[in-house]
């Protein structure tokens, strides 16, 4: 018998929101049977940071040709030279397999793959409490150098404009109850009567 279809999971929101610590707590919680697609990017790993568990890490060669070679099913250069892509071989094999899975992914990007999936998607945008939080966060979080929080935060603005092109929004104040809100929208799209 052929299995159902997967459903696709939308994670989107400025970077430094919480979206990785969010799809993280929900993946250990192990309540949502969904898989992560790892992205494809041109950065550098950080510290901590595994290729082929985190992201793909290509060289700028590298990308390049997975584009020539269709592999994507959406790339951005979310920051000046540094694109990142979800690969066709992460969300529609594993779809294909009835898999669902779940994308930590741009707002821009967010929006393009809801467009193309539709009702097989589900678009979550994560809201900061405020800007100087988030600000807070990333340096906090120790990851980037000052400029690149710089550049984080001056893009936060614009891309917290995306929001209401998304199919619901959680706010991440408290870190358990934005788990538990996302958990929740998850589990109803997720659920087999969905
Ligand atoms: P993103 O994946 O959206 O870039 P992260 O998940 O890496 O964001 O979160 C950025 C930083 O903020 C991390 O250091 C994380 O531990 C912290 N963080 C996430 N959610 C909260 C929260 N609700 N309250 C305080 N700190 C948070
Ligand atoms: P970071 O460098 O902090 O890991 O990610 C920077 C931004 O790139 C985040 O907003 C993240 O969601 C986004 N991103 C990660 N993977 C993809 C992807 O495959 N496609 C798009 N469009 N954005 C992605």
């Given amino acids: 018998m ?7 999971i939308i ?3 400025p970077s430094g929101c919480g979206k990785s610590t969010i799809i993280k707590a929900i993946m250990d919680r192990g309540n949502v049977d969904m898989k992560f697609s790892v992205s494809a990017t041109n950065r550098q790993p950080r510290e901590g940071e595994t290729d082929g568990v985190h992201y793909h890490f290509l060289s700028d060669g590298e990308f390049r040709e997975a584009i020539a070679n269709d592999a ?4 951005e250069e979310v920051y000046p030279g540094r694109f990142y892509g979800t690969l066709k071989k992460e969300v529609e094999d594993r779809c294909a397999r009835g898999e669902n899975v779940v ?6 990007g967010g929006v393009r793959v ?4 539709g009702n097989r998607a589900k678009s979550i945008f994560i809201m900061p409490p405020s800007v100087e939080e988030l ?7 120790g990851t980037d150098p000052k400029e690149a929080i710089d550049q984080r935060v001056g ?3 614009f891309e917290l404009t995306f929001a209401p092109r998304y199919d619901t929004t959680v706010v991440n104040d408290n870190l358990e109850e934005a788990v538990d809100n996302a958990e929740r929208e998850i589990l109803e799209f ?3 009567q969905a």
Avoid: C
């Fill in 72 to 75: 994507f099913v959406e790339y």
């Fill in 135 to 141: 600000r807070r966060r990333l340096e906090s979080r």
């Fill in 155 to 157: 893009k936060a603005e």
């Fill in 190 to 192: 997720t659920s087999p």
């Fill in 114 to 117: 809801k467009e193309m999936y």
């Fill in 2 to 8: 052929t299995p159902s279809q997967g459903k696709i």
């Fill in 103 to 108: 994308l930590d992914i741009d707002v821009k």
């Fill in 11 to 13: 994670i989107s929101a």
